[in-house]
């Protein structure tokens, strides 16, 4: 399979293509999907065979016996990130929306404050507020472009009643990978603070040449109150099977959050450990490289294009596959930027305030698609913004 091969997505109840007319109002006969992040790509082989092995057995029973899931979790974050976990430290929940909802539960009390930096992932603030906790929104600073944290600023807001902060490790939407001074400042605030570290790290593997992800997991000192959250389904495009890992090194607070999944009856869908476990192999890890490669050559098509527009900037971006466009140089009120993007040049992307404070004046395009329809979403967008040239 290449990476270029177009595959029609439509009619397979995918949330990105089939709900876009729906949501957006761009129009299927030629919109082009760029929100929700999945990729229009299939996975590797070793994963597509080990879901069509299991699906031949006709048999679909309970899953048991997880060690050899577990060591290949284990093998991976060795491998590819430098981090050494015990396999017994693992949860595997329904995915990573799940899993902060679950932290959200298990961690914190209704009334108590639960700390995002923003703007970030929309998700989080979503089951937050679900379970009746406040969000504190911490909004990032802009600095060359780039996102930077303000921690005098994040000091002077806390009022005590914050309890656990959600951490975005490569962040999205604006793909920006933190440094080692960077990770031990936010360490240090949730220090301060007495917060439960939660860090999400499911974009950790789709880092671009160059850059390098650290796991919160490797910094000293903080295993008492870190949450580590991994996952495969954004790496290898296999969200569907809503399968994430929630990695807790504290006994104490291991045992609040067996006891939460307990209460909830939860245990895991047996097809995404099956998908996890093939993924994470010396055939999964050569195939992303591939594909991070590519993702790379996408990501500067679209930059260079994007940036190429008067008044629209796409920041700098180190890892993922969601750029993150301001369009708050071209002077237009949100709804005309947005109008141009949807109905001029019929593409279908995230609105910025959706992700929190700060996000007003961006727009979010996911570009794992093949690269003859991003350099195509990027000259609709040229078309739709040829007025400012
Ligand atoms: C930071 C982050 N966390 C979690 C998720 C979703 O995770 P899941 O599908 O496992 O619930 C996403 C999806 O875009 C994400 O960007």
Redesign the pocket.
């Given at each position: 399979m290449s990476f270029d091969d177009i595959i029609d997505r439509f009619g397979s109840h995918s949330v990105k293509w089939d709900m876009m007319d729906k949501l957006y109002g761009v129009p299927k006969e030629d919109g082009i999907a760029m929100w929700?992040?999945?990729m229009d790509f299939r996975p590797p082989e070793c994963v597509v065979k080990s879901l069509d092995a299991m699906a031949e057995t006709g048999v679909y029973g309970y899953y048991g016996e997880d060690a050899s899931y577990r060591a290949a979790i284990q093998w991976w974050m060795n491998e590819r990130h430098g981090w050494d976990l015990d396999p017994a430290h693992i949860f595997t929940?329904?995915?990573?929306?799940?899993?902060?909802a679950m932290c959200v539960e298990a961690f914190t009390q209704p009334g108590d404050g639960v700390v995002l930096f923003t703007p970030?992932?929309h998700?989080?603030a979503r089951v937050i507020s679900a379970a009746g906790r406040d969000v504190v929104e911490c909004e990032m600073t802009r600095q060359d472009g780039r996102y930077e944290l303000d921690f005098d600023a994040y000091d002077a807001q806390m009022t005590g009643k914050e309890r656990m902060l959600v951490f975005?490790s490569p962040h999205?939407p604006s793909g920006r990978v933190w440094s080692k001074a960077e990770l031990q400042a936010v360490a240090a605030f949730a220090k301060r603070h007495d917060l439960i570290l939660v860090s999400?790290e499911?974009?950790h593997d789709l880092v671009f040449p160059g850059h390098t992800h650290i796991p919160m997991a490797t910094l000293h000192g903080l295993e008492d109150r870190l949450v580590m959250?991994t996952?495969a389904?954004?790496t290898f495009n296999i969200?569907g099977s809503?399968?994430?890992n929630v990695i807790i090194a504290d006994p104490d607070l291991r045992a609040r959050f067996a006891a939460k999944m307990a209460g909830l009856g939860l245990s895991p869908n047996s097809f995404g450990l099956f998908m996890t476990e093939a993924a994470y192999s010396p055939e999964g890890a050569a195939w992303v490289d591939e594909l991070v490669q590519y993702l790379d050559g996408n990501r500067q098509i679209f930059d260079a294009g994007v940036n190429a527009i008067p008044g629209l900037a796409s920041m700098p971006m180190a890892s993922?596959y969601?750029a993150w466009v301001d369009f708050d140089g071209t002077g237009m009120d949100r709804s005309e930027f947005t109008r141009r993007v949807e109905q001029d040049a019929r593409i279908a992307a995230n609105h910025g305030p959706t992700f929190g404070t700060g996000g007003d004046s961006f727009m979010r395009f996911n570009f794992a698609t093949p690269r003859a329809r991003v350099i195509d979403a990027v000259e609709r967008l040229q078309a739709a913004f040829a007025d400012l040239q």
């Open positions: 929700v992040a999945d929940t329904h995915g990573l929306v799940n899993g902060t970030v992932y998700a989080f975005c999205n999400d499911i974009h959250m996952a389904t954004k969200a809503h399968t994430g993922t969601l």
